[in-house]
């Protein structure tokens, strides 16, 4: 499970960072999970290693267009592509009229290919191995914070125990490494869960923008691997954060502290802490490591493999 930044900027792109969107590869199914679509984010994907065809599902949070605007060329343009894989697209009420009405007069027909969900707080997708809920945050429209939650693996299953109990491999077997109780030929009740290892604990990565500092975001981040969050301000221009329902960097790292997780990834920078200003984006990570140390700020193209134990492998992408 890899997260890659493709726009860390809020608004407005700038000359280094483009809008709202992160890339969530799950390379165990083939499979690229977006988290919000801003203006450019095919050309971004075109910049990186992410393959667009892989694209499965879109979780949008919010109807702004820094988060929503660049989702009708890339729909477009894995069409034209002709992959063919349907993509699931989630997000508030708005959003499948809006992209049903962009595609009427831009004349792009979905077909099958497109579904479109409407979220409400709580569970909103799950299949065998992954859940995704969300809540509502607290922002001037309505904005969904997102929890992607890998289920429990069994532990490793002891090939030799099981064969010094004299079970004969077959399909048994299978049933085994899934911790489920089977009765052999002989009477005898072996429980998978004897033969396995401890269960792998699946990672838990939240998202949460546009938002300030709210209850909700702490209930969505609770032990999470990883928390993404905004932090659109600096901790000096709190009441700014407050008017425009946005999140400074002391916000964020307090969302993380109270959830308890276990790294803090802070996006969605406002353009004002550009080089010349008197507060830098360092200065916002100095503020956010205060209160949480295990704070990173995102850039595009950075991406952070999250662990099943205990390091975790930090990777840059260089853009071409």
């Known amino acids: 499970m890899e997260i890659t930044f493709l726009g860390t900027s809020s608004g407005v792109p700038t000359r280094s960072r483009n809008v709202s969107s992160v890339a969530l590869r799950l390379p165990q199914r083939a499979?690229?999970?977006?988290l919000d679509c801003g203006e450019g984010t095919q050309h971004q994907l075109q910049r990186s290693d992410i393959k667009s065809s892989?694209?499965?599902?879109?979780?949008?949070?919010?109807?702004?267009?820094?988060?929503?605007?660049?989702?009708?060329?890339?729909?477009?343009?894995?069409?034209?592509a002709g992959s063919g894989q349907p993509i699931d697209i989630y997000g508030p009420e708005g959003l499948k009229e809006y992209?049903?009405?962009?595609?009427?007069?831009?004349?792009?027909?979905?077909?099958?290919?497109?579904?479109?969900?409407?979220?409400?707080?709580?569970?909103?997708?799950?299949?065998?191995?992954?859940?995704?809920?969300?809540?509502?945050?607290?922002?001037?429209?309505?904005?969904?914070?997102?929890?992607?939650?890998?289920?429990?693996?069994?532990?490793?299953?002891?090939?030799?125990?099981?064969?010094?109990?004299?079970?004969?491999?077959?399909?048994i077997y299978g049933q085994l490494k899934q911790g489920l109780v089977v009765t052999l030929d002989d009477g005898r009740k072996i429980s998978g869960k004897d033969l396995c290892g401890k269960p792998e604990?699946?990672?838990?990565?939240?998202?949460?923008t546009d938002t300030v500092f709210c209850d909700?975001?702490?209930?969505?981040?609770?032990?999470?691997?990883?928390?993404?969050?905004?932090?659109?301000?600096?901790?000096?221009?709190?009441?700014?954060?407050?008017?425009?329902?946005?999140?400074?960097?002391t916000m964020a790292a307090q969302v993380a502290l109270l959830a308890g997780v276990k790294k803090l990834i802070l996006t969605h920078f406002s353009p004002r802490y550009a080089f010349g200003n008197p507060i830098q984006l360092d200065d916002l990570k100095r503020e956010a490591r205060?209160?949480?140390?295990?704070?990173?700020?995102?850039?595009?193209?950075?991406?952070?493999?999250?662990?099943?134990?205990?390091?975790?492998?930090?990777?840059?992408?260089?853009?071409?």
């Open 31 to 34: 499979e690229v999970w977006l």
């Open 54 to 80: 892989q694209i499965r599902r879109i979780f949008v949070t919010h109807m702004h267009g820094d988060h929503t605007f660049g989702l009708m060329g890339l729909i477009a343009s894995c069409g034209l």
């Open 99 to 171: 992209l049903q009405t962009t595609a009427k007069y831009s004349y792009i027909n979905f077909g099958s290919r497109l579904n479109i969900h409407t979220v409400k707080p709580g569970l909103v997708y799950e299949d065998n191995e992954f859940s995704v809920s969300c809540q509502l945050l607290k922002h001037r429209v309505p904005a969904h914070g997102y929890r992607i939650v890998e289920k429990n693996r069994p532990g490793m299953f002891n090939l030799d125990k099981a064969k010094a109990l004299g079970i004969r491999p077959g399909p």
């Open 201 to 208: 604990i699946g990672r838990k990565v939240v998202y949460c």
């Open 216 to 249: 909700a975001a702490v209930e969505l981040a609770q032990d999470a691997d990883v928390l993404i969050h905004e932090a659109t301000f600096a901790h000096q221009d709190a009441e700014m954060a407050f008017e425009k329902m946005h999140s400074t960097s």
């Open 290 to 320: 205060a209160i949480f140390p295990n704070t990173k700020l995102a850039y595009d193209f950075y991406s952070y493999e999250v662990p099943r134990r205990r390091e975790a492998k930090e990777k840059v992408k260089v853009a071409n």
